[in-house]
């Protein structure tokens, strides 16, 4: 735990700050801790109760998954409140008041936090939230089958896409959906508008793997049917063996441009799904994922190890007690697709509203809200604007720390002072000029006005019917 100095004036603000983990790491994230500092928080992290980034310390460990799937912030959230109160004795005139920041697996467990121990925090801030864990991960390990992982021959697979095959697909995503919003950009803003058609990319009869040259180099310029096939079914929800149950959705149009889509799509099925399966789920150090598929993910479902699916909508005790959730998610994301947050969304309002219309966004906006950020990948870095102090790395480019550009900011502005979040500002770099407003979801959308040229912006406007 790193406190500030007890001096009110320039020390601590009356606040602490729990800090989330990524992936499956046991690791603390050290970037974070500072950055809680940085603003006056008494900031605490943990290690989740393991070492190292993958799945080996689960293996006959089930209270070591419980330390992953709650425990571990839980712990570290009421042990900061103590350590606080000792540590600035007298105790301040002013309230402590509990945040917490995290990012994909730190998302979750925010989320995890706010359905289980809805006294832990007042205020979350939660990113591209890895919830419905067990279907996010075993989408994972489908898509990256789709690709030939898993299948023993590698590169060598008929469906395998290298790195020339995945620079021609962002291309032609581009081509069929990049002015969707009104502006040429390399951004596909509303991934939900595109329908993008990868059969356009087959090669013809002639040749299987046409190519053009430039020069004396090849330059491929299309796609086998088998990749072609492959990429169908990546471009699709998830659905379950009935055939109709979307258990996870598509993969974003767009974020195939993000270099992180190669932890995905590998010769090998993606380490975080094999770790998950080999360890948490089936407890054998030996076991294969070679046939990996909806069966696995059943089976996951039927046991739920530490309860980490985190996919219940009932925040109403959290509500109750005036805690805020904060949420946003990239739209270029390739390891959690964005449309994963639109659900949590959903499942959260017609868990608490018992209404048929999720347009209407007052009806949880009080608690919860989502902002959507275009051009971002995972949790942070992609071509736009990406700086909002979400977290402590992005911070750094972040024009301006105020409530308007910083998102942990909002957060404590909603918790402390009952004004949330209209818009948030991210900035491509510490250029102020390169802006753009993110946007709640739903019933705001990102609009290009103006010209091409610095007269031009991004703003959010209101718009209608199902989003």
Same mark, same amino acid.
């Given at each position: 735990?790193?406190?500030?100095?007890?001096?009110?004036?320039?020390?601590? $603000?009356?606040?602490?700050?729990?800090?989330?983990?990524?992936?499956?790491?046991?690791?603390?994230?050290?970037?974070?801790?500072?950055?809680?500092?940085?603003? !006056?928080?008494?900031?605490?992290?943990?290690?989740?109760? !393991?070492?190292?980034?993958?799945?080996?310390?689960?293996?006959?460990?089930?209270?070591?998954?419980?330390?992953?799937?709650?425990?571990?912030?839980?712990?570290?959230?009421?042990?900061?409140?103590?350590?606080?109160?000792?540590?600035?004795?007298?105790?301040?005139?002013?309230?402590?008041?509990?945040? $917490?920041?995290?990012?994909?697996?730190?998302?979750?467990?925010?989320?995890?936090?706010?359905?289980?121990?809805?006294?832990?925090?007042?205020?979350?801030?939660?990113?591209?939230?890895?919830?419905?864990?067990?279907?996010?991960?075993?989408?994972?390990?489908?898509?990256?089958?789709?690709?030939?992982?898993?299948?023993?021959?590698?590169?060598?697979?008929?469906?395998?896409?290298?790195?020339?095959?995945?620079?021609?697909?962002?291309?032609?995503?581009?081509?069929?959906?990049?002015?969707?919003?009104?502006?040429?950009?390399?951004?596909?803003?509303?991934?939900?508008?595109?329908?993008?058609?990868?059969?356009?990319?087959?090669?013809?009869?002639?040749?299987?793997?046409?190519?053009?040259?430039?020069?004396?180099?090849?330059?491929?310029?299309?796609? #086998?049917? #088998?990749?072609?096939?492959?990429?169908?079914?990546?471009?699709?929800?998830?659905?379950?063996?009935?055939?109709?149950?979307?258990? $996870?959705?598509?993969?974003?149009?767009?974020?195939?441009?993000?270099?992180?889509?190669?932890?995905?799509?590998?010769?090998?099925?993606?380490?975080?799904?094999?770790?998950?399966?080999? $360890?948490?789920?089936?407890?054998?150090?030996?076991? #294969?994922?070679?046939?990996?598929?909806?069966?696995?993910?059943?089976?996951?479902?039927?046991?739920?190890?530490?309860?980490?699916?985190?996919?219940?909508?009932?925040?109403?005790?959290?509500?109750?007690?005036?805690?805020?959730?904060?949420?946003?998610?990239?739209?270029?994301?390739?390891?959690?697709?964005?449309?994963?947050?639109?659900?949590?969304?959903?499942?959260?309002?017609?868990?608490?509203?018992?209404?048929?219309?999720?347009?209407?966004?007052?009806?949880?906006?009080?608690?919860?809200?989502?902002?959507?950020?275009?051009?971002?990948?995972?949790?942070?870095?992609?071509?736009?604007?990406? !700086?909002?102090?979400?977290?402590?790395?992005?911070?750094?480019?972040?024009?301006?720390?105020?409530?308007?550009?910083?998102?942990?900011?909002?957060?404590?502005?909603?918790?402390?002072?009952?004004?949330?979040?209209?818009?948030?500002?991210?900035?491509?770099?510490?250029?102020?000029?390169?802006?753009?407003?993110?946007?709640?979801?739903?019933?705001?959308?990102?609009?290009?006005?103006?010209?091409?040229?610095?007269?031009?912006?991004?703003?959010?406007?209101?718009?209608?019917?199902?989003?």
């Amino acid at each position: 735990m790193w406190l500030p100095m007890k001096e009110e004036a320039e020390g601590w $603000y009356g606040r602490v700050l729990t800090v989330g983990n990524g992936g499956l790491n046991g690791c603390i994230d050290y970037g974070n801790l500072d950055y809680g500092s940085s603003f !006056h928080f008494a900031t605490i992290a943990s290690d989740n109760g !393991h070492d190292g980034v993958g799945g080996l310390p689960f293996l006959d460990s089930p209270e070591v998954i419980n330390d992953f799937a709650w425990r571990s912030i839980h712990t570290i959230a009421q042990l900061s409140r103590v350590i606080a109160a000792h540590y600035y004795s007298p105790p301040s005139s002013l309230p402590l008041r509990s945040y $917490y920041i995290g990012c994909s697996t730190g998302g979750r467990q925010g989320i995890q936090s706010a359905l289980k121990f809805p006294g832990d925090f007042d205020g979350i801030l939660a990113g591209a939230p890895a919830v419905d864990m067990q279907h996010l991960l075993g989408w994972s390990g489908i898509i990256s089958r789709a690709v030939g992982a898993g299948s023993g021959k590698g590169r060598e697979s008929a469906q395998f896409i290298d790195e020339e095959g995945w620079d021609l697909v962002s291309e032609e995503v581009l081509r069929q959906c990049d002015a969707l919003d009104g502006r040429m950009d390399g951004i596909v803003t509303e991934p939900d508008e595109c329908l993008f058609d990868p059969s356009l990319l087959l090669c013809g009869e002639e040749s299987d793997e046409d190519v053009e040259r430039e020069g004396n180099i090849k330059k491929r310029v299309c796609l #086998t049917e #088998t990749q072609v096939d492959a990429l169908k079914n990546i471009y699709s929800p998830l659905v379950g063996r009935d055939g109709e149950t979307v258990l $996870y959705p598509r993969f974003d149009p767009g974020a195939e441009r993000i270099p992180m889509r190669n932890r995905v799509f590998a010769p090998e099925i993606f380490f975080y799904t094999f770790d998950w399966w080999r $360890y948490a789920i089936y407890n054998d150090s030996s076991r #294969t994922l070679d046939d990996f598929g909806l069966k696995d993910i059943e089976f996951a479902d039927s046991i739920n190890p530490g309860g980490v699916a985190t996919w219940d909508g009932d925040l109403s005790k959290f509500r109750v007690r005036g805690g805020k959730i904060l949420t946003y998610h990239g739209r270029m994301d390739p390891l959690i697709a964005s449309g994963n947050s639109k659900r949590l969304y959903n499942l959260v309002f017609f868990t608490l509203s018992n209404t048929s219309n999720p347009t209407n966004p007052s009806s949880i906006e009080d608690f919860y809200r989502l902002f959507l950020i275009p051009g971002m990948s995972h949790c942070t870095g992609g071509p736009g604007a990406f !700086h909002f102090g979400q977290r402590g790395p992005s911070a750094l480019g972040t024009a301006r720390n105020d409530s308007s550009h910083n998102a942990l900011l909002p957060l404590v502005e909603w918790v402390e002072e009952g004004r949330g979040p209209e818009v948030i500002i991210g900035t491509e770099d510490s250029d102020d000029r390169k802006v753009r407003e993110h946007c709640r979801w739903p019933g705001w959308r990102s609009v290009w006005r103006g010209s091409e040229g610095e007269d031009g912006r991004w703003v959010c406007e209101g718009t209608s019917g199902d989003p």
